[in-house]
């Protein structure tokens, strides 16, 4: 019965969809009716409301939606959504400001007198918008208004002019900022935990380990990682667009003629371009290069995009008078202002100190105050001149609106699809096919692209992306991460724009083509793009590095950087080190063979003995990554053997595991018919023969799985051994240096402490033991304060608790200060000849290795390495012969 009731919410959704009912009501609509008939059902046939559920029940689902409601209005670490009205009040601010009709016209003419000219501004011009606005209507049918009069004048093919503006209008959805990109990063943080534990269940099944290594993890992505991730495919796209109106122009010149420019090319015309040009390009660095940089998050270059285009609505707004532009310079000039005096001055209040921190915060308070300024003057203008603002805001309200309540309802539709066991058909579907993750991924993609004729890019982000994607992610067989993942499912959910018969921007196009442009022709123009957008689908989905690069870059070179302990950059931060060795592995052994020559027979014991022992470690590191490769190139080799077989018997055991689901369900739905149940003995014969089908199953495993499954599991652990020791190793060998350099570089503050232990020696006999005391608790809390001092330390804390007590013991108390006193001399001497003797010579050590064998010690990754791992781990690996 729940695949009857699943069948039955299906039909209800496509039938609400189909006749044109709002999709923010057909979804939960088609949810809440088939979950009451279900509940009803149950409580009239079987007594249970739950009867007719695969997974829970009717109250489970409610809860599971109003989980879901508090998520995305409550839950604080949710806050990505927090940018969609931003993004979109920037959007339809700048379409309301005419800055596209500038555009348009003013990059015809640029690259009119090209063949194919008027084409390539058309996809510049929707590459500048989708990176401004990102309004897919908006920027559609500005350019069917302004270009294709032009291009149908000058003899353009139709079908070419047609499709070229509405497949550069639906750049938007892919190049950032863009809200079906923040949509998805939403879906596909809470996918990613249910992958992860999908993926630490299937560890513990294949290998018998309760913990999975934090290095097969599945990394989460956000809003931000997926508008670095989507950056260069979007410009691989436009270059693809370009190329196609190129090539087309140059085989069939009379189908995009050039168009020339009656005009003068002269400084006039330069600086109507350069004015025209330079304030989206403007906005736009100011968005992504902030969060490119690391130094806003996407809700914040929200904010900025949202204040960058009200101002420039407010100087296009008011064109042709004396104070046009004062309010943009005014905004520049603070914000430069704010840039100089963030960068020369502390501007934290609480940390005033001097005048020029008073000065420094003035300053950024006035630059800020002109600011506002700014935005309060060209917000006016906006609401006085054809009652823009107001406009902006309803469109902005409305849109908002309608993407959170789809959001609710699809969020409501993907419960009651889980709860009548859908997700569990779809998995199994998914996962029993040959061939692995790719089958899986291109039957998903194409069925995204089919749904692409019909529904809308949101309702395909909110409610196939939650199926299917936890399901992808959780294979080990590709390990492709989320943010490639999600770039993908952009991309072909682009399609869903182009698609007849319900492509939305053929619709915009159409409301705005003149009468000699027929339908057909549109149909015709928009198929070429399509396969464009499918050739770059290609390319990135068999280029994942086009996509990974660049949100790992920005994350390992920010400040924020997670650390090279990090188990998930160990890989390829062994692999930089492997190259490193095999080109400067000599000069690195002679570093150490000189450092360790250095005379350390003045040292404390602990630190000699440490500081040999590092060198023992460090001298180690070279045969112990080789072990560790060894190791690794072994695996290489039995792989190509082993890894037909580990297919082969995980395809038998995903297909016994799929009729032992089925066994369940059938052994569950006993009870709630009870034992006088007629169709008792056909369900018992059935799960017989199901248990007979699953033996057979399990006999066609080879024979020689068990001994080849545990050979290769020894090789991995093998493996891991190896590396595990190589990196406690360097661990080991880097440690002692580093503490040494700290204790020796300490020694000022060792000095500075001579007077206050004087001081206390000779005053601490005449005080009351209740004011020695403290006396010495403060001064043993500033010697615990220095590097190294923690023997000094301990002397105090004994003299203390030598007066602490019944019976103060003054004497034992003046003798432990005197050996704090005797301590401290001996710990300042050799402090000061390894300052002399010894501090360049570890310093030189120290250079010579801490990219190397001291690269895990280092709080982040310089910035050559960061490069490298960044590049190293774009790629996606194989992990599944691990499971």
């Known amino acids: 019965m729940e695949l009857f009731f699943l069948a039955v919410l299906i039909v209800l959704m496509i039938t609400a969809l189909g006749s044109g009912y709002p999709v923010a009501f057909a979804l939960p609509g088609s949810a809440v009716l088939t979950i009451g008939l279900a509940a009803i059902s149950g409580q009239i046939f079987a007594g249970d409301p739950s009867a007719y559920f695969a997974q829970g029940g009717p109250v489970q689902w409610l809860s599971a939606g109003v989980t879901n409601f508090r998520g995305i209005y409550w839950e604080v670490e949710r806050d990505t959504l927090i940018a969609i009205p931003l993004f979109i009040f920037m959007g339809i601010m700048l379409q309301r400001s005419k800055i ?38 908006a920027t559609v049918v500005a350019m069917g208004l302004i270009s294709l009069p032009a291009m149908l004048q000058h003899n353009y093919s139709k079908p070419l002019a047609t499709g070229t503006i509405a497949a550069s209008g639906t750049l938007g959805q892919i190049i950032p900022p863009s ?10 943080a809470s996918s990613v935990d249910q992958a992860g534990t999908a993926r630490k269940a299937f560890f513990k099944q294949a290998t018998g380990e309760l913990m999975m290594p934090s290095a097969f993890d599945i990394v989460s992505t956000s809003a931000g990682d997926m508008f670095l991730g989507a950056l260069v495919p979007g410009i691989v796209l436009v270059g693809l667009y370009m190329l196609y109106i190129l090539v087309f122009a140059f085989f069939k010149p009379s189908a ?14 330069a600086g109507r371009v350069v004015l025209i040009l330079v304030p989206p390009l403007a906005l736009i660095m100011l968005v992504l290069g902030s969060i490119i940089a690391g130094i806003a998050t996407v809700n914040q270059a929200g904010a900025i995009g949202a204040s960058g285009a009200l101002i420039m609505a407010g100087y296009r707004l008011k064109p042709g008078c004396k104070d046009t532009f ?32 008073v000065l420094g915060v003035v300053l950024a308070m006035i630059a800020v105050a002109g600011l506002l300024t700014s935005l309060i003057w060209s917000g006016w203008r906006t609401f006085k001149i054809e009652d823009t603002l107001n406009g902006v805001m309803v469109e902005t309200a409305k849109t908002t609106s309608l993407v959170f309540i789809i959001l609710l309802g699809a969020a409501m539709l993907t419960a009651a699809f889980r709860a009548f066991g859908g997700e569990d058909l779809v998995r199994d579907f998914l996962n029993g096919l040959p061939g ?24 395909i982000a909110v409610v196939v992306v939650p199926i299917v994607a936890p399901i992808l992610l959780a294979d080990p067989s590709a390990n492709v991460t989320a943010v490639w993942l999600g770039v993908m499912i952009g991309l072909n959910i682009q399609t869903s724009f182009l698609t007849p018969p319900f492509g939305f921007a053929l619709f915009y196009l159409r409301g705005v083509a003149p009468p000699e442009v027929k339908t057909l022709d549109m ?35 920010s400040e924020t950087a997670p650390p090279p302990l990090n188990p998930r950059l160990q890989y390829c931060v062994e692999e930089y080190v492997v190259e490193q060795f095999a080109e400067h592995g ?45 190791a690794e190139a072994e695996i290489e080799a039995r792989s190509a053997a082993y890894r037909p077989l580990h297919g082969r018997v995980r395809d038998i055991q995903n297909a016994m595991r799929l009729i032992g689901l089925e066994i369940r369900e059938l052994e569950k739905s006993a009870p709630r018919r009870g034992a006088a149940d007629p169709g008792k003995a056909a369900r018992e014969a059935l799960i017989a023969e199901l248990r007979a089908e699953q033996a057979a199953l399990e006999g066609t495993i080879p024979a020689e799985w068990e001994a080849a499954h545990k050979a290769f599991l020894a090789l991995t652990k093998a493996e891991r051994k190896a590396r595990t020791t190589y990196r406690r190793a360097t661990d080991d060998a880097y440690a002692p240096l580093v503490e040494l350099t700290a204790i020796i570089a300490a020694s000022g503050d060792l000095e500075a402490l001579r007077g206050h232990l004087e001081a206390l020696r000779a005053e601490a006999p005449g005080l009351e033991i209740d004011a020695a005391m403290e006396r010495i608790k ?34 034992k108390a003046a003798d432990f200060l005197a050996r704090a006193m005797a301590a401290f001399e001996a710990e300042l001497a050799w402090r000061q000849r390894a300052g002399a003797g010894l501090a360049a010579g570890l310093a030189a050590y120290d250079a010579a290795i801490r990219d190397t064998i001291g690269l895990r010690g280092q709080r982040k990754l310089p910035t050559e390495q960061a490069l490298y791992v960044a590049s190293c781990s774009a790629a996606h690996r194989d992990i599944s012969l691990s499971f």
């Not at 809200?179 to 596909?188: G, T």
């Open 523 to 557: 149909y015709k123009g928009v198929i070429p793009f399509i396969g464009l957008q499918l050739v770059a689908l290609v390319v990135v989905g068999l280029n994942p590095q086009l996509v990974n690069y660049l949100p790992n870059r920005v994350s390992l070179t």
């Open 778 to 811: 403060a001064e043993a809390r500033r010697a615990g304060k220095i590097a190294g001092a923690g023997g000094i330390r301990t002397l105090l804390s004994k003299a203390r608790r030598a007066l602490k007590g019944r019976n103060p013991e003054p004497e």
């Open 436 to 459: 692995g993750f790719w089958s899986k991924f291109v039957i998903v993609m194409g069925v995204i692209f089919v749904l692409g004729f019909f529904l809308d890019f949101i309702e």
């Open 586 to 630: 000599e000069a690195l052994k002679r570093a150490i063979a000189t450092a360790r020559g250095l005379d350390y027979s003045y040292l404390p014991e602990g630190l000699r003995e440490a500081m040999a022992a590092g060198f023992d470690k460090a001298e180690s590191s070279f045969a112990l990554l080789a072990a560790a490769k060894a």
């Open 326 to 357: 004062v309010p943009a310079i005014l905004g520049l000039v603070s914000l430069g202002v704010v840039l100089v005096v963030t960068s020369m001055f502390d501007t934290n209040i609480k940390s005033i100190d001097t005048n020029r921190d």
């Open 100 to 137: 596209a009709e500038d555009l348009l016209v003013t990059m015809a003419q640029l690259f009119g007198p090209v063949p194919g000219g008027l084409g390539i501004s058309v996809v510049f011009v929707g590459a500048l918008l989708a990176a401004t606005t990102g309004i897919v209507g």
């Open 256 to 269: 995009a003629p050039p168009v020339p420019f009656h005009g003068k090319r002269d400084r006039r015309f």
């Open 179 to 188: 809200i079906v990109l923040i949509i998805l990063a939403d879906q596909l």
